[in-house]
């Protein structure tokens, strides 16, 4: 069975500073890896996903998202953080072998300070 | 981000009535999926549809049914409703032509059972 640990509940952030948001995984075999942002009140938004290749993916927003693969990570990046990046940050996985569901984290809140 | 609406946005109901959301999409998408969201846990996977008329089950599927009658509509059914199904319920749609298709979602229903 495949699983996501995000292992902070929140993460706080000076605005200007840069921001990591922490994701593990496991999965059998390889992975594909996702993140989304949710707005206070709203629906999940997509930000960015790893397929295969680099190990760097750029999303929206200026988030960035680093696969490691010895290390089971996916951690999102942003190297200047927005108070208005403020938000809750979900991880989710699935195995890239045939087609099965997203198994998200419990997810990160991200409050970035003025 | 895909045309998936939810309806209703926000309900309250009593202990025992049934209840049922409906997700519509307009992307002609053949996968949909209703989530559960709640503090602590994340999304969690109540049921999915990977066409018309085929449904399965997720991690959480007790005391809940679903239907896909079309393409566009998917159903969720709480058939006597009970407190501990008070959440915040997503759903989400993706085309299914490959399995690195993204997943969209709609922008949530607040359901409260008293």
């Known amino acids: 069975a495949q699983s996501v640990a995000q292992p902070e509940d929140q993460v706080n952030v000076a605005e200007g500073n840069p921001l990591t948001v922490k994701c593990t995984y496991s999965v059998s075999g390889n992975p594909y890896l996702f993140w989304y942002v949710q707005y206070p009140n709203r629906g999940l938004q997509f930000l960015l996903k790893y397929i295969t290749g680099d190990n760097l993916v750029k999303g929206s927003y200026g988030f960035e998202a680093e696969f490691n693969k010895s290390q089971t990570s996916f951690h999102l990046k942003k190297p200047s953080a927005l108070v208005s990046d403020s938000a809750l940050y979900f991880c989710?996985?699935?195995?890239?072998?045939?087609?099965?569901?997203?198994?998200f984290g419990k997810g990160t809140m991200l409050l970035v300070s003025p | 981000d895909a045309g998936i609406t939810q309806s209703p946005r926000h309900k309250v109901t009593e202990t025992g009535t049934p209840v049922t959301l409906r997700c519509h999409q307009t992307?002609?998408?053949?996968?949909m999926y209703w989530y559960r969201q709640d503090p602590g846990h994340g999304l969690r996977l109540i049921h999915y549809s990977y066409g018309v008329k085929d449904t399965d089950k997720g991690e959480v599927s007790d005391g809940y049914s679903v239907s896909r009658s079309k393409t566009e509509d998917f159903l969720l059914t709480l058939e006597s409703a009970t407190s501990s199904q008070t959440s915040v319920y997503f759903c989400?749609?993706?085309?299914?032509?490959?399995?690195?298709?993204?997943?969209?979602f709609g922008p949530g229903t607040r359901l409260t059972v008293l």
């Open positions: 989400a749609s993706v085309t299914g032509d490959t399995s690195t298709d993204t997943q969209y």
């Open positions: 989710a996985v699935r195995p890239n072998s045939g087609y099965s569901t997203l198994t």
């Open positions: 992307e002609n998408h053949r996968y």
